[in-house]
């Protein structure tokens, strides 16, 4: 079948990677020649910190596209700036392109910013097309409330990885990915790179770009087997440590669903099933914007009447800084603000802790999150406190209360996740790390700022709104 299309754009986002990406396996199939671009979207918040690890990491993603292009086809990566509905159809007017090519993304600004470049495009007479690439189901099929239907996980269908690989070899073979049309391409350019700022490393950072989910890939298969046993325990390295990767498409979904489906193991099937509650937060973003213009699921948890003044806002700053008193709250809140990652089971901890101890709103710490974390994922950061918070989709129940010093004990034994965060708590025995008040043993760590069993049935009272 002849291709239908002389030229096409591929315009990358959040998919930074050549295997198994789907837009570059449709535009390749489509058309004769392709060239590829990004966009640094001068659209976004500028209220981002100045020094973000997360545009480190798309930067270094970028370079090792770049590259990667120039040593399968002798060309690179098109790197723009601006606002995506001035400089995709410009670009795509200069290359002489018939169309588009992009993946799904379904966060409310992305929506708003396709709606505005399809249009722009059909005005120069290009067309664009999108495709499902970021998730394991398409975005719009049918969703129970409860979720449990994604959770019975069906095949993966096979075959798109090696698909895409055999029409980029061809494609590359036949001299049909091209790069950029001039360094003018793009404003900032530095060295042969257009688009990049003059501060950034002319190579990419070791464990980032495609070549950096593969290690960590790698690495993470010896303990696949034992997930299960390993994945709530914050002080071993049990979890995948996917989420990056996975936001910026450095690394395919489908890839890792595939892996977790060829093993037998208890390990693998938990993980497939992390993997499905992942696809199954996207979709009630599909399917249900309004949470993520910051309504609950539930709209009658809107009628709870979280904690304000300026004691609320003291709560919520101690809770920021590591300073509520519960080390396991605490230590997680370090763990995040240092170094952006959080491990998950101290995400749903110190998440209730908020809600439910506190009685805080859980759309502030949904967007501390949004700040601090590099995984950040508005469908998954969203899902997970609405869970919390018992607001969403298939959430725990409001009466289900973490209490902080219990999952310490649990999920944190020996106190060695604390004590890397709290070394001031190392010289108590381990039993004692988890509630240091009742030690009886002077340490330079503040009292508890609430009374969890006080705080609880206070919460059972601010809920009440929500019965029936």
């Not at 970021?134 to 990885?161: C, M, N, S, T, Y």
């Not at 190392?426 to 069993?453: C, F, N, Q, R, S």
Request: some cysteine; charged content about 25%; glycine content about 10%.
């Amino acid at each position: 079948m002849d291709p239908t299309y002389a030229a096409g754009l591929v315009w990358l986002r959040r998919d930074l990677r050549l295997a198994d990406n789907a837009a570059l396996f449709h535009a390749l199939k489509a058309c004769r020649q392709v060239h590829c671009a990004f966009l640094f979207d001068t659209a976004l918040p500028a209220t981002l910190p100045r020094q973000d690890r997360r545009v480190e990491f798309i930067h270094d993603a970028v370079l090792a596209l770049d590259e990667r292009l120039r040593e399968l086809a002798g060309a690179g990566l098109l790197v723009l700036h601006g606002t995506a509905a001035e400089e995709i159809p410009r670009l795509a007017s200069e290359l002489g392109v018939q169309a588009v090519f992009a993946n799904h993304d379904d966060e409310p600004y992305a929506a708003e910013r396709d709606v505005a470049v399809r249009t722009a495009l059909e005005q120069v007479g290009v067309a664009l097309h999108t495709s499902k690439d970021q998730v394991l189901f398409e975005r719009r099929g049918g969703i129970d409330a409860g979720g449990k239907a994604l959770l019975r996980l069906h095949p993966v269908q096979p075959g798109l990885a090696g698909e895409a690989g055999r029409f980029l070899r061809e494609g590359v073979s036949g001299g049909a990915l091209c790069g950029p049309v001039g360094e003018g391409a793009a404003s900032g350019a530095r060295a042969g790179r257009p688009g990049l700022r003059a501060d950034q490393p002319a190579r990419p950072s070791p464990g980032r770009g495609e070549a950096g989910a593969h290690a960590l890939l790698e690495d993470f298969l010896p303990r696949l087997d034992r997930y299960d046993a390993l994945r709530d325990l914050p002080a071993v390295k049990g979890p995948s440590y996917p989420g990056v990767h996975l936001r910026f498409g450095t690394v395919s979904i489908r890839q890792l669903a595939r892996l977790a489906r060829e093993r037998s193991s208890s390990g693998a099937a938990t993980w497939l099933k992390e993997l499905a509650w992942r696809d199954f937060y996207f979709r009630v973003l599909a399917n249900f914007p309004q949470v993520g213009r910051g309504e609950s699921f539930k709209p009658e948890y809107d009628r709870i009447a979280w904690a304000q003044g300026a004691l609320a806002d003291e709560h919520f700053a101690a809770w920021c800084e590591g300073r509520t008193g519960y080390p396991l709250v605490d230590a997680a809140m370090l763990q995040l603000n240092r170094t952006g990652y959080m491990h998950n089971r101290l995400r749903m901890v110190t998440a209730s802790f908020l809600c439910k101890d506190l009685g805080i709103d859980w759309r502030r710490g949904e967007r501390y999150f949004a700040e601090k974390l590099n995984d950040y994922d508005l469908a998954a950061n969203n899902g997970g406190w609405q869970w919390a918070s018992s607001s969403g989709c298939d959430a725990q129940p409001y009466f289900r209360i973490f209490n902080p010093v219990s999952q310490s004990e649990r999920f944190d034994a020996e106190g060695k996740f604390i004590v890397r965060y709290l070394p001031q708590l190392a010289k108590l025995p381990p039993k004692a790390i988890h509630a240091p008040w009742e030690a009886g043993v002077p340490v330079d760590y503040p009292p508890p700022i609430v009374d969890h069993a006080q705080a609880r049935e206070e919460t059972l009272r601010r809920y009440a709104v929500v019965k029936g």
